[in-house]
């Protein structure tokens, strides 16, 4: 086996082809959970959807459940967002795209679809441009732009817009002139943070959610911490976050021990429930956080098994954390009775109910294991390369990271390098590129292969 720098040595470019690698299996990046619907984004910005479809919030053109993935977008989608019965997304040009049940203006279409179905069964785009960060709530919806603006449309009834009023907007209104940094929609509630560090929140308040040490609903955001945040979960009245230090903190409602602080009361003040260590987080009606180790943990709700701990029922439930998986998991999210996690492998994981397809794994079962539903791709390796000779061509075959654009440059010398782009193209499907090079021993030619913007 030859070593890199050999490889590079023997090779004079004569045509730099970029020849595709078989299509095979893209990672899985990014997912998110609504009540009884999921969606998920693989490397390609491929977007994928299944489960519950009454109000089109699959995107689909149909108003039909599915219990396997299905692909809706074939690809430059950045974030989703899975609300109630609404599901948003984003794109690479930064504009805001939006489909599902519209009674209450959560799309920002400026009317509200107060017939059968009650919303829209395709993507619609609602913003052009600039939105940067989406949050979908229960029946309400919030989005920044990049000016660091807060925007908000949908049901308004408990204050969750924070716009100083109850009346429910059918069109994006400005909540927050800049500053905002990232946003989390509740059932109810909504918290967002800003580039201080500082917490906010507006909305329904009945059971300690926003954390100001009453019961009192607010139409208009409110400080609750002033620094050190550094991410926000809302579930369905209560609420989580991290501060910089990697502590987990929650406060709301409690009823079934989402809170995770080993009781089953309600608390309207933030407390403390893991000293450090925690880096991600996500909740429903049960409670879902990662370590910095890749390990998986969960408290709350778990008559689906959506703790995925093996058991199920309503003597189940838990109030304290407890490890699910040890290690390797990279994101969660979290439904009304299901919930979902990815491996560092780019595979999509499952748990709870799934009466309406939301696991998608091609039935209408529950399941108290974590179960997998999309497998990850090939273990290929990163950053290698490798040299085949084929009819006395060398091939050059660089593998990287799918969708990455890499550069093939040239060089005569190391001592004196000038190095000369020779071919930029996308590593294909696999992250595998291809180029076709013609040995020649007289010539001392020097290669590399990076990645470019």
């Known amino acids: 086996m030859k070593t890199i720098r050999e490889l590079l040595q023997l090779c004079l470019l004569c045509a730099a082809v970029l020849q595709p690698a078989t299509s095979g299996a893209q990672p899985v990046v990014k997912v998110a959970a609504g009540i009884y619907h999921t969606l998920f984004l693989k490397s390609d910005g491929s977007l994928w959807v299944m489960g519950y479809n009454v109000y089109g919030q699959l995107g689909d053109g149909t108003y039909n459940n599915t219990n396997r993935p299905e692909q809706i977008v074939a690809g430059g989608v950045t974030a989703i967002a899975a609300g109630g019965n609404h599901s948003l997304f984003l794109k690479s040009d930064g504009s805001l795209w939006a489909m599902g049940k519209n009674y209450y203006g959560q799309l920002g279409l400026g009317t509200f679809y107060t017939s059968p179905p009650f919303g829209i069964s395709h993507p619609v785009q609602i913003v052009a441009s600039n939105v940067t960060a989406i949050a979908a709530g229960g029946e309400h919806s919030l989005f920044l732009k990049s000016d660091g603006s807060l925007w908000a449309m949908g049901y308004n009834g408990d204050g969750e817009l924070g716009d100083g009023a109850y009346v429910n907007s059918a069109r994006p209104e400005r909540i927050v002139t800049s500053g905002v940094t990232a946003i989390a929609a509740g059932h ?266």
């Open 188 to 453: 109810s509630h909504s918290l967002f943070l800003k580039s201080d560090g500082s917490l906010w929140v507006m909305g329904w308040n009945g059971q300690g959610a926003l954390g100001d040490g009453t019961y009192n609903n607010t139409d208009q955001p409110e400080m609750i911490v002033a620094g050190g945040v550094t991410a926000i979960a809302a579930g369905v009245s209560y609420s989580l976050f991290l501060k910089s230090d990697g502590s987990l903190w929650a406060m709301g409602n409690n009823v079934y021990g989402q809170l995770g602080d080993d009781t089953y009361l309600n608390t309207n003040q933030p407390e403390q429930i893991v000293a450090s260590g925690v880096t991600a987080i996500a909740g429903y009606n049960q409670s879902l956080f990662l370590k910095s180790d890749g390990s998986l943990w969960g408290m709350g709700f778990n008559w689906y098994g959506q703790l995925g701990d093996g058991t199920s029922g309503i003597n189940n439930q838990t109030n304290r954390p407890e490890q699910i998986v040890t290690g390797g998991v990279t994101a969660i999210a979290a439904g009304e009775d299901h919930s979902l996690f990815l491996k560092s492998d780019g595979s999509l994981w499952g748990m709870g109910d799934s009466s309406y397809g939301q696991l998608g794994e091609g039935a209408y079962n529950h399941t108290n294991p974590p179960q997998q539903i999309v497998a990850g791709p090939p273990d290929y390796g990163y950053n290698q390369i490798s040299i085949q000779l084929v009819s006395g061509n060398v091939i050059l075959s660089y593998v990287g990271l799918a969708g990455t654009n890499y550069v093939l440059d040239r060089s005569f010398s190391l001592s004196q390098a000038n190095w000369m782009p020779q071919a930029t193209n996308p590593a294909g499907a696999d992250g595998v590129l291809v180029f076709t090079n013609t040995p020649d021993a007289t010539t001392n030619n020097f290669w590399r292969v990076r990645s470019v913007p």
